[in-house]
């Protein structure tokens, strides 16, 4: 009997199922005990096995995404949203914009909520097995211009092409050079159709030639993200000058 333990062992050692190893024992107890068929045994193992799995994928998903852990739909007030905006939640929180590469574009004032209302999407799109990536404008431009420098722009957009959904926070919040609005537009027409965008701003449409210092590639830009997009605009007061004035 220790020669068949060491040898099923070895075997899901080299088959890497590292939870059928560790839980086969317990489970055959509990087969003789309960009379299972085979097949129902087999089951239980494989089972074990996806769950596992599954649950490890998504802790690895998450780490990579860089979601601020705290943004989630568990502390966010849903009461506060537009009944608009509202309407798109289940919608939005069940992925199935994904399938299709649409764009959510979330508009309005500072503290209205735009980034954590994107980043509690993001994590029940990463509960359901997807990859998410979250990263300021700005911190995307700097990336952008480096790989850019370095001549690996293609590289680094096939490793952005990688994930379901990019969280682009705050874009226009810091006024960008020529060169940055060009390797941002360069990143915008990559992703076009081909990935879904998840944007946050606090500039208009009206407003974006701010952004990329020029009315055509402002207009470029902006038929790219709206073609295919669910736009939600926040237009309430700040959370955070609300809570400013209740502990006053």
Same mark, same amino acid.
């Given at each position: 009997m220790t020669d068949i333990h060491e040898q099923i062992t070895d075997l899901l050692k *080299? !088959?890497? @199922? $590292? &939870?059928?190893r560790n839980c086969y %024992? *317990?489970? &055959?107890? *509990?087969?003789?005990? %309960? =009379? !299972?068929s085979y097949e129902q045994y087999l089951l239980e193992l494989l089972i074990l096995e996806c769950d596992m799995r599954r649950q490890n994928r998504i802790a690895r998903n998450l780490r990579a995404s860089k979601l601020p852990p705290s943004k989630t739909f568990a502390n966010f007030d849903k009461k506060r949203l537009p009944k608009k905006v509202a309407t798109h939640l289940n919608v939005l929180s069940n992925g199935s914009f994904l399938k299709? =590469? %649409? #764009?959510?574009? /979330?508009?309005? #004032? $500072?503290?209205s909520g735009k980034t954590h209302l994107l980043c509690a999407i993001g994590h029940e799109l990463i509960d359901q097995g997807k990859r998410v990536l979250f990263i300021s404008c700005s911190q995307l431009v700097q990336d952008l211009l480096i790989a850019k420098r370095e001549l690996i722009t293609s590289k680094l957009l096939k490793k952005l092409s990688r994930y379901d959904a990019i969280i682009v926070d705050d874009i226009g919040y810091v006024q960008q050079s020529r060169q940055e609005m060009e390797v941002l537009f360069t990143f915008l027409a990559d992703r076009y159709e081909r990935g879904s965008l998840m944007i946050t701003s606090n500039l208009p449409f009206s407003k974006w030639e701010q952004i990329f210092k020029d009315? @055509?590639?402002?207009? /470029?830009a902006i038929d790219r993200l709206v073609h295919h997009s669910v736009i939600l605009e926040l237009n309430i007061t700040s959370y955070r000058m609300e809570h400013a004035k209740k502990q006053s």
């Open positions: *080299q !088959l890497h @199922m $590292p &939870t059928v %024992e *317990q489970i &055959t107890d *509990q087969a003789r005990k %309960e =009379s !299972l299709h =590469s %649409e #764009n959510v574009l /979330a508009f309005g #004032n $500072p503290g009315p @055509m590639t402002a207009a /470029a």
